[in-house]
């Protein structure tokens, strides 16, 4: 069982200072004295919309303008929902399961989702294939994608959460084997730099069973080759 506790700072100090001496005040000391700093698990909205009024200036622009005014709060705001995974734990969605005399691979695949990437800041999406080999319970089959969902939510590297996803439901339903695989796009290579539109990376992280038995190991690969045919 997992407990969050929440955490209130007292009031902000203020020095005292001669009403008859200015004081002068940069643009972050402003927002900081018109909003505490965000209290642990939370997101720093304030601070947010005042770096992005600066990324606007040091580029060129102009963020008093029409198209520009609402920019940093509309960016504050998708921070705050991108990022939500930083704030979540999502073993709590491992920690449901059922007592199951099933002891043959269980997969959910083609899970999408969208992360991004911590080195520019910029978008990587694809599908997650999850797989693991349950001993004694299973776990609701929705709450493998919610575990990607909030471990995808995050700054990180593709490599990273591949293994954190296998790492945390190995840890938690204690399984015999689990096998996850990430293919995505990332925008760092498609819009910028190399800009190789339409290329994919591929991840992969196995444990157990999953890691030491070859023929384990292709029947989830396997699984995750074949498609429906309508």
């Known amino acids: 069982m997992h407990t969050v506790l929440e955490l209130s700072a007292s009031s902000p100090w203020h020095s005292q200072r001669p009403a ?135 700054p990180q590297v593709q490599e990273r959460m591949t293994h954190k996803i296998a790492e945390l439901i190995e840890t938690e339903l204690q399984t015999t084997g689990v096998g996850v695989i990430i293919q995505a796009e990332h925008s760092c290579m498609s819009i910028r730099g190399i800009k190789k539109l339409g290329s994919s990376t591929i991840t992969s992280a196995f444990r157990g069973t999953l890691k030491t038995s070859l023929s384990s190991r292709n029947e989830f690969l396997s699984m995750i080759d074949t498609r429906s045919r309508g």
């Not at 000391?29 to 992005?52: F, H, R, T």
């Not at 930083?86 to 959910?108: G, I, K, N, T, W």
């Open 20 to 154: 008859s001496l200015p004081v002068l005040q940069s643009e972050e000391d402003k927002v900081n004295q018109q909003s505490p700093s965000a209290q642990p698990g939370e997101v720093d909205l304030e601070s947010i919309k005042a770096a992005v009024r600066t990324i606007l200036k040091a580029v060129g622009e102009d963020p008093d303008r029409d198209g520009l005014k609402e920019t940093p709060r509309r960016v504050a705001k998708m921070y705050a929902e991108i990022f939500e995974g930083l704030h979540l734990d999502p073993a709590r969605h491992l920690q449901v399961s059922f007592a199951e005399e099933y002891d043959e691979l269980v997969m959910v695949r083609d899970i999408p989702f969208t992360s991004m990437c911590e080195h520019h800041l910029l978008p990587f999406t694809g599908v997650a294939h999850v797989g693991y080999i349950p001993q004694g319970h299973v776990t609701g089959l929705s709450k493998l994608a919610r575990v990607v969902e909030e471990i995808a939510r995050r």
